[in-house]
């Protein structure tokens, strides 16, 4: 039986969330499949360029974090939870 791999397959492997056998199956559509490995190679160009993205929050979100986390301990005792 032959098995179709999909784009989400693809995806899958570029994360190398697939098994070591489903990586073989896969190299190997990606062989014979031009489409296939031309969507393999776009998605390998979008993970690097996702690394690069450095995203941090604003500095008055993280005070107002700092903020909030002073006047509300972690564990607040049990009669004022369900408030």
């Known amino acids: 039986m032959i098995k179709t791999f999909t784009q989400d397959d693809v995806i ?3 994360y190398e969330e697939t098994s070591p056998e489903e990586n ?3 190299e190997d559509a990606l062989m014979s499949e031009p489409d296939l490995m031309t969507f393999f190679l776009e998605a390998l160009e979008l993970r690097a360029l996702m690394n690069k993205i450095e995203r941090q929050p604003r500095k008055t979100t993280v005070q107002t974090i700092l ?3 002073k006047h509300h301990p ?3 005792p049990a009669r004022l939870r369900s408030s």
Do not use: G, K
């Open 74 to 76: 972690a564990n607040p």
């Open 67 to 69: 903020n909030y986390s």
């Open 24 to 26: 073989l199956l896969i």
């Open 12 to 14: 899958r492997y570029v």
